[in-house]
């Protein structure tokens, strides 16, 4: 298992090792004792799966407040997602900064998102799923966002009208945000 850090602090690419024959593939898609070894000592205490019928589906930019805030760790099963990630911690020295990562299940790349951030994703093809494991359990009164599209982020996108639920075309910008972070 590669850990690969990103350019936002403490977020990380994770290149599990996979092994290959003519039977299919396996790989290890966690190891508490890898992941301590490479720093991440985050306890998972939640798994999610979600699934996009349509390319252009966009969930997110979601959080967790404190005290329920969570940490990730992303994974696709099926299809292919953009995913992004904003660190929303004030005294971050990467703070307001957002990086994008392409993950499929063709490259069973895997990203870590630490606490902190706000995390969302577009699905760059139909019939989509998507795994993930949470540090913290989910506490609809904590839950947060911020728009997908705040003109001051500038996200980069890959289509302009994306497929969003009612509550993700309502979370306000990142300036306008009462940060709990």
């Known amino acids: 298992m590669e ?15 996979v092994f290959g024959d003519h039977r299919g593939f396996f790989l290890e898609s966690y190891s508490k004792k ?39 760790l992303i994974r696709v099963v099926s299809g292919k997602i953009l995913d ?25 790349q895997m990203l870590f998102v630490p606490k902190g951030f706000a995390h969302g994703l577009m699905t760059l ?9 949470a540090d913290n359990f989910y506490e609809p009164n904590s ?15 890959p289509l302009e009208n994306p497929i969003l639920s009612e509550r993700d075309t309502k979370w306000p910008t990142l300036k306008n945000l009462d940060n709990p972070f």
């Open 3 to 17: 850990f690969i850090k990103t350019t936002l602090k403490d977020a990380y690419i994770i290149k599990p090792q």
């Open 34 to 72: 890898k992941f301590e070894e490479a720093g991440i000592k985050n306890e998972f205490v939640q798994d999610n799966h979600s699934r996009s019928e349509k390319k252009g589906t966009l969930r997110g930019m979601h959080f967790q407040a404190p005290p329920y805030a969570q940490a990730k």
């Open 84 to 108: 992004v990630i904003i660190d929303l911690r004030r005294g971050s020295e990467t703070f307001g900064k957002w990086e994008t990562f392409e993950l499929s299940a063709e490259n069973f």
């Open 125 to 133: 093809e139909d019939n989509t799923e998507v795994l993930y494991k």
């Open 143 to 157: 839950e947060g966002g911020i728009a997908w599209n705040d003109p001051d982020l500038k996200i980069n996108w």
